[in-house]
């Protein structure tokens, strides 16, 4: 059995490793609300843009020169996965669950006899990727440093995936987060990125409704600039709620985690105590028979 | 007099949402005043200034650097890149930004992407705006 002063040592590191979990709880809280905040005012936007792109793509969809960015190259061959993770571990099993999918992924892609290349958002997807594709891997990027992930910041990035799309590094595109669904769930997600997805309406309406707006100027122009934003939204939608997501399941894992910190230290305490009163038994008997020997 | 609802969104919250009478739109082919019943558009903006009235009486001013703009009958939705209320335009925030801007499109070089280029060099331009602006304001 263990000894009084053993038991005492890992008593008061329980109770540190708790007092730390405790912490990390309450910062994850706080920090959720500020990127739940985010994420909702983010929403907005995306949605009118949405509508937007929704009656002009419809209407420039079927040219023979349509944009890139709206209809593919036209190949199925070689996929770009652009994968969104958080910077920071100890969330549970946040990073390990698009780690996964974007694994399940490649492996099928490949299966498939497709190329697949790996854009990594976030450190730990990156570091968990490597592992096994690293050949793949072909951009990482990581806001660790950053304070406050900005509009700006996904913007870099859809530019990344612009360039490598004008010059055919890739056919088709696919984002894979995980989408906040609410502070205990976050569900790994796949959306396509390009060739963009047109809502089933817009498509089937076609030269309907959509008909009847002017454009100022040309649809290709507007086309041209709305097609990166959109990118661009797209991901830092996809950044927000990953953001989210994270401080959602580090604030779980935390909780958690002090949970069973307390319950350690309750056995534990337990423990000392039946240990400490079998020594003064033993003592007291040892006096005893000492005595009766005299 | 008859009003419509204008939404000013930009990618990081919702800004404005109203009913007003008149919007002023900075767009790509010149200024365009916005009334209840406008045809069904959508415009790219230039940047500019985006001027609200209600009630008989200019209410707001802001400042975009860019966007779209979607107008149908009884709603028009802006879409805007960067949007600064005028009055917190200051002339020295934005010179101090036009010098950033650029800085990086100096730093982009020439074999970089046409992309890469354009976007800085846009970035400059609406920095330029910015300050003629603030400085007319």
Do not use: W
Not at chain 1, 22 to 40: G, H, S, T, W
Not at chain 1, 132 to 138: D, K
Not at chain 1, 157 to 172: R, Y
């Amino acid at each position: 059995m263990a000894s009084l002063k053993d038991l005492r040592g890992r008593i008061n590191s329980v109770k540190s490793t708790r007092k730390i979990t405790q912490a990390m709880k309450m910062v994850a809280a706080a920090k959720l609300r500020r990127a739940q905040a985010q994420a909702e005012a983010a929403r907005p936007y995306a949605e009118r843009m949405e509508k937007i792109l929704a009656s002009l793509g419809s209407a420039v969809a079927g040219m023979p020169d349509a944009p890139r960015m709206l209809v593919g190259t036209g190949a199925d061959k070689v996929h770009l996965l652009v994968v969104v993770t958080a910077d920071r571990g100890l969330a549970g099993p946040f990073n390990t669950q698009v780690g996964r999918l974007a694994r399940a992924r490649v492996r099928a892609l490949e299966a498939e006899g497709k190329t697949v290349k790996i854009l990594t958002v976030g450190r730990k997807g990156a570091s968990f990727l490597k592992r096994e594709f690293a050949s793949r891997l072909v951009s990482e990027v990581s806001y660790a440093n950053k304070k406050r992930v900005g509009f700006e910041d996904a913007e870099a990035v859809a530019l990344t995936i612009a360039e490598m799309l004008d010059q055919g590094a890739f056919d088709v595109c696919s984002l894979l987060y995980n989408r906040f669904r609410n502070v205990i769930s976050q569900i790994p997600t796949e959306q396509r990125l390009i060739p963009a997805p047109l809502p089933e309406g817009g498509v089937v309406a076609g030269p309907g409704p959509q008909a009847l707006y002017e454009y100022e100027p040309t649809e290709e122009e507007i086309l041209a600039t709305l097609l990166p934003r959109n990118l661009a939204i797209q991901l830092y939608r996809a950044i927000l709620e990953s953001a989210a997501g994270e401080h959602g399941a580090r604030m779980n894992a935390m909780d958690n985690a002090t949970r069973n910190a307390g319950e350690m230290i309750n056995k534990l305490t337990l423990n000392y105590n039946r240990t400490r009163q079998a020594n003064i038994t033993r003592e007291l008997i040892e006096i005893i028979s000492g005595a009766e020997a005299v | 007099m008859a009003t419509f609802l204008l939404e000013l969104v930009s990618p990081e919250k919702l800004l404005l949402s109203r009913q007003v009478e008149m919007a002023t739109i900075p767009a790509i082919e010149g200024e365009m005043g916005v009334l209840a019943g406008h045809a069904p558009m959508i415009v790219a903006l230039k940047g500019g200034v985006i001027r609200v009235r209600e009630n008989g009486a200019e209410t707001e001013k802001l400042f975009v650097a860019g966007g779209f703009a979607e107008v149908s009958g009884e709603r028009v939705t802006i879409l805007a890149d960067e949007v600064t209320p005028l009055a917190q335009l200051s002339r020295a925030g934005s010179e101090r930004k036009l010098v950033e801007a650029e800085a990086t499109l100096a730093a982009v070089a020439t074999t970089d992407a046409p992309e890469k280029r354009d976007a800085a060099l846009l970035r400059v331009l609406s920095a330029k705006l910015a300050v003629d602006v603030a400085e007319a304001a």
